[in-house]
């Protein structure tokens, strides 16, 4: 089984683009960030052509996640259920082949001293709050754009970054506890010593010269972390004419739906 998760930075800009990815990775779960549409504009025809079924959750502006199966879908939840709590449209979750899956786009907090630094850090305490209230008992996945470096080795220069967000103390405290319930960062698992990024700017020729971060994760059940085949980053996907600025990280479980 295949799931993957990718910040698309616009569907409207790039539905061609995760069309043809579809047909070319054949992944059978993938869930999508940063939509920046609203349920009436999003594609579910267009997915449904490709044969997968879809679940959106997106107010038409800045955020917007996504679940695409082609192994079933049921038991949607957007949110966290209470609008204080949500800092936009950044959560959805479904069962897919008896998997809990969770599409996560995390605030970007900014910067250290802005206000949407404090609503990151809740952000996140709010996700482990909700993952440890319903627990590991069944395969879980939690993935997204997290917006956090989980270390130094997840940076292309920690000097460069020292004293921004994304790998500030809080934040990766933030990840750890994630951890700490028993999920598994099965990129950084596959890969200890040289876990690939998922991030580039555009400005600078960041992705040539190699200028990126690993922010985009995928946190597995310890059931399915004992699973992975193979855990990776498409950087082809980047690649290309206006590409996002994110490319795609990939989880190959041997994994079969009970």
């Excluded at 879908?73 to 959805?92: H, K, M």
Aim: charged share 25%; glycine share 8%; with cysteine.
């Amino acid at each position: 089984m295949r799931v993957a998760t990718w910040n698309v930075n616009s569907l409207t800009a790039r539905f061609e683009r995760v069309a043809g990815w579809l047909e070319e990775r054949s992944p059978d779960v993938l869930c999508l960030q940063e939509t920046k549409q609203d349920d009436a504009k999003f594609p579910f025809a267009g997915f449904a052509e490709l044969g997968y079924e879809a679940v959106h959750h997106g107010d038409g502006r800045w955020n917007g996640v996504a679940i695409l199966s082609r192994v079933g879908l049921s038991d949607v939840r957007r949110g966290f259920g209470s609008p204080e709590d949500e800092a936009g449209t950044r959560l959805i979750a479904a069962t897919c082949a008896g998997i809990d899956v969770m599409s996560c786009y995390v605030p970007n907090g900014r910067a250290l001293d802005d206000p949407h630094y404090a609503i990151k850090l809740a952000w996140l305490d709010r996700l482990a709050a909700t993952v440890a209230a319903s627990g590991l008992a069944r395969p879980r996945v939690v993935v997204g754009d997290f917006n956090v470096a989980p270390s130094d080795a997840d940076v292309w220069d920690p000097a460069a970054l020292e004293g921004m967000t994304h790998v500030s103390a809080p934040e990766r405290e933030r990840i750890a506890a994630l951890e700490s319930l028993g999920l598994v960062d099965v990129v950084r698992a596959a890969h200890p010593d040289d876990a690939p990024f998922s991030w580039w700017d555009y400005r600078n020729g960041s992705f040539h010269r190699g200028f990126g971060m690993r922010i985009d994760l995928i946190f597995c059940s310890p059931d399915l972390a004992g699973a992975v085949d193979d855990a990776w980053v498409d950087r082809d996907a980047r690649k290309g004419t206006k590409p996002s600025d994110h490319a795609p990280v990939v989880v190959d479980l041997d994994y079969v739906a009970p």
